[in-house]
């Protein structure tokens, strides 16, 4: 089946880049303007090629740099001459992605997890000593907390603090290699303090009690002398050479009885009394780490933001040089096609484009939630739990998803976009620790999942037998359908004859809802269903299938994420008054769904949701939704709102149109005049015919 473009699919499509540019920029639109006039500045940009030395030199200096410019302040509390404003804070940092990612990351250390772990973490005896130092870069600080033998198992870290009483001091130790605290930034070279995450161990309650383990608490400790000698019993080394983010200086620690004061305990939510006795206000261990970590989710809203941010540039290159690229005499002898006139290319880059939107829209929603628990307004436990669910669902798509568009636009541009002077390959090295970092991406998704099954087992926690009959008889009945096709065999006979009645079938966001929602509650279901079988079994075996079914559990968060990202950008569309603008909006939230369906077809068809007839129609009706966004697909990612001091890219900078242009020119002039060469095809054809 063919559709042609009539004016009945594209009247009225134009794109208000202004609107656009506006929606995109969200809540804190103007505070997201002031930081990119801050990433213009030439001071805060990444030199290609510069030594690790002097790129770690640089990035110091740009941290004084944002210093001056009052850009490190908006989320510390106003009597340090902060804001409170937590959203606006992050919404402000993850801008800093288009300067230098180096600079992001060194940034967001020394003001996001040492000057917030301080704040979030400590008391207001401890704001008043510590934060001034940190908010002006007078005490440079690491953030301590990932080992080389525990990243995300943070619970299990083998560094420990023992408290001793006879001097109300902690002892810091580093009881084996495996416990060095590594890849930590600003700990080779500039960090003259920092927050160390360690075991608590307290004197027994009783006499000739063993110590207890009070689990993993945060202490500040000074880490190198007014010199920048490392202290005694401070071993330092520096983690060297990376794959990127070269200006920020990694290293490692290491700790042999280092004394720290008892005041030096962050203890908001556990401390330690002169004699050794241990009080929280947070009864249970497990609750009060979860709770304690918490408040540190911010790092992974902030890369969900600029990898966003990474992959927005990323496709202004390859949709700017894909429109002016010529190559290839298709349609005319006379005059190559661009790149975006082809199929392939709109397929490689406008479901990215989709995509892009779909996460930008649920960043915001995830920022204003971050908003709104770490200003007050709803700082409920379910609201946190519901944050850090929403960061560790999102932080995964966004920053895979943002390695695989900028590869993909690299490869978009050929051999110009291999060049140091495009960005693309030093962007997505750069970013590629992104996935891995404030959480490691599979790590955060298993969380997820664990929610979902938590959500599910919820549900019929209190339920009465008619509910639960109900809904067995429901399930039995859903069962039968698609065990035995008979959903798919009603969906046949509705289709039979008319393709295009399968195909407008998927344009429906009621169908585009039910497709992802079905997936993810029945992946969750059939997981619940697995792991229930081990349910009253020795833990050992509770492991094992749990193991046994992770790649499941796993896939059950991914198309979790694919509803969130779907509905952020369905409720977005509800935004937007401008006819055109909704059009053209609205086939990218349609490109974003069935792209995510297409990836995942074989499900549908094994589980009997969507006939073999319904589904042959699908990757046709993409192509057109496709062709429908290529005329606006320049206007997309001008309303991303990046001038050229943030894209800084040769592809993007109009350079290729006037090499077009010229090159057409001079063809012109070579044919119209008696000079021109005539092509060996031409002469063949003639000889061949006789003329």
Request: hydrophobic fraction near 40%.
């Given at each position: 089946m063919t559709e042609s473009l009539t004016e009945e699919t594209t009247t009225d499509a134009a794109v208000d880049k202004e609107l656009l540019e506006k929606l995109l920029l969200g809540r804190w639109a103007e505070t997201r303007r002031v930081s990119r006039a801050v990433a213009a500045d030439p001071q805060f940009h990444k030199v290609e090629g510069i030594t690790k030395e002097d790129h770690r030199e640089r990035v110091l200096k740009q941290l004084h740099g944002l210093v001056e410019a009052g850009a490190v302040q908006r989320a510390f509390p106003e009597e340090f001459g902060g804001q409170d404003a937590h959203g606006a804070n992050i919404a402000a940092f993850e801008e800093l992605v288009t300067a230098d990612p180096s600079l992001q990351i060194k940034s967001g250390v020394q003001w996001g997890l040492f000057g917030a772990a301080v704040l979030h973490l400590g008391s207001e005896e401890h704001h008043a000593r510590f934060l001034p130092g940190i908010m002006d870069l007078s005490v440079p600080g690491a953030f301590a907390m990932t080992e080389i033998g525990h990243g995300s198992d943070v619970a299990s870290l083998g560094t420990t603090a023992t408290y001793d009483p006879t001097t109300e001091e902690f002892v810091l130790n580093t009881p084996f290699p495996a416990a060095t605290k590594r890849y930590l930034g600003n700990a080779a070279v500039d960090a003259k303090d920092a927050v160390v995450f360690a075991q608590l161990i307290t004197p027994g309650e009783e006499e000739g009690q063993a110590p207890i383990n009070r689990g993993v608490h945060a202490f500040y400790c000074h880490i190198r002398d007014e010199q920048g000698n490392p202290l005694p019993g401070v071993t330092i080394g520096d983690d060297g050479q990376k794959g990127g983010l070269n200006g920020v200086d990694n290293g490692q620690f290491t700790f042999d009885s280092i004394r720290i004061p008892r005041t030096y305990l962050l203890n908001r939510y556990g401390d330690v009394a002169a004699d050794g006795t241990y009080t929280s206000s947070i009864e249970s261990?497990?609750?009060?780490?979860?709770?304690?970590?918490?408040?540190?989710?911010?790092?992974?809203?902030?890369?969900?933001?600029?990898?966003?941010?990474?992959?927005?540039?990323?496709?202004?290159g390859a949709i700017t040089y894909g429109n002016q690229r010529r190559q290839f005499n298709a349609s005319s002898t006379t005059e190559e096609e661009v790149l975006m006139d082809y199929q392939l290319h709109q397929r490689r880059l406008i479901p990215r484009l989709a995509t892009t939107?779909?996460?930008?829209?649920?960043?915001?929603?995830?920022?204003?939630?971050?908003?709104?628990?770490f200003s007050g307004a709803d700082d409920s436990d379910q609201n946190r739990q519901e944050l850090e669910t929403l960061a560790a669902a999102i932080k995964p798509i966004a920053?895979?998803?943002?390695?695989?568009?900028?590869?993909?636009?690299?490869?978009?541009?050929?051999?110009?976009?291999?060049?140091?002077?495009?960005r693309f390959t030093s962007l997505r090295a750069d970013l590629d620790i992104y996935v891995t970092f404030e959480g490691d991406n599979n790590v955060l998704l298993q969380l997820v999942a664990k929610r979902l099954l938590s959500d599910y087992a919820a549900e019929f926690k209190n339920a009465d037998a008619g509910a639960l009959s109900r809904y067995v008889a429901t399930q039995a009945q859903s069962t039968v359908l698609h065990r035995f096709g008979l959903r798919r065999a009603f969906q046949s006979?509705?289709?039979?004859?008319?393709?295009?009645?399968?195909?407008n079938w998927f344009k429906q966001p009621d169908v585009q809802r039910d497709l992802l929602t079905d997936r993810v509650r029945q992946m969750v279901i059939d997981a619940a269903g697995e792991l229930r079988s081990a349910a009253k079994k020795p833990?050992?075996?509770?492991?094992?299938?749990?193991n046994e079914h992770q790649y499941e559990i796993i896939g059950a968060a991914k198309a979790h994420a694919d509803l969130l990202l779907w509905e952020a950008f369905t409720e977005a569309l509800e935004e937007i008054e401008d006819p055109g603008t909704k059009k053209v909006m609205t086939w990218l939230r349609d490109i974003y769904a069935l792209s995510r369906i297409e990836e995942t077809l074989d499900w549908y068809l094994i589980n009997g949701r969507v006939s073999a007839q319904r589904a042959k129609t699908l990757s046709p009706y993409i192509n057109r939704l496709v062709a429908r966004v290529r005329p606006h697909a320049q206007d997309i990612v001008d309303a991303f709102g990046y001038t050229d001091e943030h894209i800084r890219m040769e592809v993007a900078s109009g350079a290729e149109r006037e090499r077009q242009e010229e090159a057409i020119e001079h063809y012109r002039r070579l044919r119209a005049s008696s000079s021109a060469p005539v092509d060996e095809k031409v002469l063949l054809k003639q000889k061949r015919s006789g003329s």
């Amino acid at each position: 089946m063919t559709e042609s473009l009539t004016e009945e699919t594209t009247t009225d499509a134009a794109v208000d880049k202004e609107l656009l540019e506006k929606l995109l920029l969200g809540r804190w639109a103007e505070t997201r303007r002031v930081s990119r006039a801050v990433a213009a500045d030439p001071q805060f940009h990444k030199v290609e090629g510069i030594t690790k030395e002097d790129h770690r030199e640089r990035v110091l200096k740009q941290l004084h740099g944002l210093v001056e410019a009052g850009a490190v302040q908006r989320a510390f509390p106003e009597e340090f001459g902060g804001q409170d404003a937590h959203g606006a804070n992050i919404a402000a940092f993850e801008e800093l992605v288009t300067a230098d990612p180096s600079l992001q990351i060194k940034s967001g250390v020394q003001w996001g997890l040492f000057g917030a772990a301080v704040l979030h973490l400590g008391s207001e005896e401890h704001h008043a000593r510590f934060l001034p130092g940190i908010m002006d870069l007078s005490v440079p600080g690491a953030f301590a907390m990932t080992e080389i033998g525990h990243g995300s198992d943070v619970a299990s870290l083998g560094t420990t603090a023992t408290y001793d009483p006879t001097t109300e001091e902690f002892v810091l130790n580093t009881p084996f290699p495996a416990a060095t605290k590594r890849y930590l930034g600003n700990a080779a070279v500039d960090a003259k303090d920092a927050v160390v995450f360690a075991q608590l161990i307290t004197p027994g309650e009783e006499e000739g009690q063993a110590p207890i383990n009070r689990g993993v608490h945060a202490f500040y400790c000074h880490i190198r002398d007014e010199q920048g000698n490392p202290l005694p019993g401070v071993t330092i080394g520096d983690d060297g050479q990376k794959g990127g983010l070269n200006g920020v200086d990694n290293g490692q620690f290491t700790f042999d009885s280092i004394r720290i004061p008892r005041t030096y305990l962050l203890n908001r939510y556990g401390d330690v009394a002169a004699d050794g006795t241990y009080t929280s206000s947070i009864e249970s261990p497990g609750r009060r780490f979860f709770t304690m970590i918490g408040t540190l989710v911010q790092g992974r809203v902030s890369l969900t933001g600029a990898a966003l941010a990474a992959s927005k540039l990323g496709l202004i290159g390859a949709i700017t040089y894909g429109n002016q690229r010529r190559q290839f005499n298709a349609s005319s002898t006379t005059e190559e096609e661009v790149l975006m006139d082809y199929q392939l290319h709109q397929r490689r880059l406008i479901p990215r484009l989709a995509t892009t939107l779909a996460a930008s829209f649920a960043h915001e929603k995830l920022l204003t939630k971050l908003d709104d628990v770490f200003s007050g307004a709803d700082d409920s436990d379910q609201n946190r739990q519901e944050l850090e669910t929403l960061a560790a669902a999102i932080k995964p798509i966004a920053t895979w998803h943002a390695l695989d568009t900028l590869q993909e636009a690299r490869e978009a541009c050929g051999g110009a976009g291999f060049m140091a002077e495009n960005r693309f390959t030093s962007l997505r090295a750069d970013l590629d620790i992104y996935v891995t970092f404030e959480g490691d991406n599979n790590v955060l998704l298993q969380l997820v999942a664990k929610r979902l099954l938590s959500d599910y087992a919820a549900e019929f926690k209190n339920a009465d037998a008619g509910a639960l009959s109900r809904y067995v008889a429901t399930q039995a009945q859903s069962t039968v359908l698609h065990r035995f096709g008979l959903r798919r065999a009603f969906q046949s006979v509705q289709d039979t004859g008319d393709e295009r009645r399968s195909a407008n079938w998927f344009k429906q966001p009621d169908v585009q809802r039910d497709l992802l929602t079905d997936r993810v509650r029945q992946m969750v279901i059939d997981a619940a269903g697995e792991l229930r079988s081990a349910a009253k079994k020795p833990a050992a075996e509770q492991a094992a299938t749990f193991n046994e079914h992770q790649y499941e559990i796993i896939g059950a968060a991914k198309a979790h994420a694919d509803l969130l990202l779907w509905e952020a950008f369905t409720e977005a569309l509800e935004e937007i008054e401008d006819p055109g603008t909704k059009k053209v909006m609205t086939w990218l939230r349609d490109i974003y769904a069935l792209s995510r369906i297409e990836e995942t077809l074989d499900w549908y068809l094994i589980n009997g949701r969507v006939s073999a007839q319904r589904a042959k129609t699908l990757s046709p009706y993409i192509n057109r939704l496709v062709a429908r966004v290529r005329p606006h697909a320049q206007d997309i990612v001008d309303a991303f709102g990046y001038t050229d001091e943030h894209i800084r890219m040769e592809v993007a900078s109009g350079a290729e149109r006037e090499r077009q242009e010229e090159a057409i020119e001079h063809y012109r002039r070579l044919r119209a005049s008696s000079s021109a060469p005539v092509d060996e095809k031409v002469l063949l054809k003639q000889k061949r015919s006789g003329s």
